[in-house]
């Protein structure tokens, strides 16, 4: 399974394919579409956390409608750059990952694509874009953010291609 930052291994990436962003969090996960040419990125939506098997089912049913080629993974990095508890959290999940591929629509002896893409201050620019421009009630806000912080890591992702 390639998992690697995003500069590592964008040329083994799959193309054409649909790339799926993902904003992993405690209670929710979210997530975003990219077009077939990967060059725009379209919120999908939030999947409520529950246990992971449930979550993997919810994440392949996704997959498999939009015939998600690869993933790019929101990479939580504390503000100096180093790795913390919500990186080993995002690489617990996508290690899991490797253990249901039935769920997630993974053909046997095929690998996955997983990169990780830096998110520093994705969910902040998302409330912010939220709050100041688009005036957007706190209750909505919780419900578009999780989304729009996976269209704002997978078309960071897509315009570094």
Not at 96 to 102: A, D, R, T
Not at 137 to 153: F, G, P
Request: glycine content about 8%.
């Amino acid at each position: 399974m390639p998992v690697g930052l995003l500069k590592d291994i964008y040329t083994s990436r799959p193309y054409p394919a649909r790339l799926m962003g993902v904003d992993f969090g405690t209670k929710t996960i979210g997530l975003a579409i990219s077009n077939a040419d990967q060059t725009i990125a379209t919120p999908l939506q939030a999947i409520s956390r529950t246990k992971i098997k449930s979550d993997m089912q919810a994440l392949g049913n996704l997959a498999k409608a939009y015939e998600v080629g690869g993933y790019v993974f929101g990479w939580p990095l504390h503000m100096d750059g180093s790795r913390g508890a919500s990186c080993d959290r995002v690489m617990s999940f996508i290690d899991e990952m490797s253990h249901y591929p039935q769920e997630l629509g993974i053909t046997p002896g095929m690998d996955m694509w997983i990169a990780l893409w830096d998110e520093r201050l994705s969910t902040s620019a998302v409330d912010d874009f939220l709050i100041h421009t688009a005036d957007v009630s706190r209750k909505r806000r919780r419900d578009v953010v999780d989304k729009l912080a996976a269209q704002h890591i997978l078309q960071g992702a897509l315009d570094s291609f």
